[in-house]
């Protein structure tokens, strides 16, 4: 059951501060609410206030400058999906969207600002576990910020779950000298798999069709797995193997100008 709270609505970061500051240990940061309440109804964190971050200015934006794509930490998914310059720029990320994701498929910059002063944090250093991440108490997230892949980058998003939530995603892009290869919800955190990338930089697309089933076998050995109730950490380790296969071989399959149109139960491929 929800315990009562005060719901204070600020517009400016300046305002969020304070409020950070005059309520120590007893505020959290809200935007959607999504996971947050389902925490606060477990009895997991019991908060006095909630801060709405969707309120403050300027945090609902999608800019594009430098060669870099910054989205504000309160756009929405919708939003991402529709955007023409994340379609244009990050097509991934727009796919993805649309199917209730985040942008943990790419490498991305979080930038986190308090009174002390703002900072960016790779995304990969960002989130530390489960509930877990870098962010201090006084701090926000105002945007993450995306470094758009060069042209002839081609790329597959894969999610699996037999229930709302998935059981495993990975994000797959392949270019004429970077493979990427990234999972999550297997392990404690989203992870790269170095290895099966270090085993496969720069090969051709027709190569890595080829050699996507060994490539596959490989994640399953590197991936780090946890049982949970969606699975065994084996069974989510021998799930990797057969995802990874699959989003390298549409991937490769795009990089030639061909898709494959084969549907798997319970999968979406964007
Ligand atoms: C049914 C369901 C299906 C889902 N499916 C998927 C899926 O397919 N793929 C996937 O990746 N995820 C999935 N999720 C998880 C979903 O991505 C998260 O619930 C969602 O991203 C949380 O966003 P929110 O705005 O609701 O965050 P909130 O619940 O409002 O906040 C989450 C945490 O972030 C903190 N916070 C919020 N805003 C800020 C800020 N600006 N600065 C600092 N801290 C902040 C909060 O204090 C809280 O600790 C699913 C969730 C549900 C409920």
Redesign the pocket.
Known sequence: MLRPFTLDRPSTLGEVADLLTAHPHES????????????MKEGLIRPRRLID?KT?RD?DAVNAENGTLTIG??VRHRGLERSALVQERCPLVAGVAR????V?VRDGTLH?WSRRGARDVPLADFIRGP?E?A?EED????SVRLRPWPAKTASAYL?F?VY???TL?VAVACGPDALRVTV??VGPRPQRLFEVEGKATGEPAAVLLARAEELGAAAALEVEAVGDRHGSAEYKRALTGACVKRALQVAAARAQGQQIHTRYAHTVIV
Request: glycine share 14%; aromatic share 6%; with cysteine.
């Open positions: 959290v940061l809200y935007a959607g609410g999504t996971e947050l309440l389902l925490l971050v403050v945090l930490a309160t199917h209730v994701a985040n943990r986190l509930y991440t962010r701090e926000v997230l105002t999610k779950g709302e939530r998935p995603g999550g919800c």
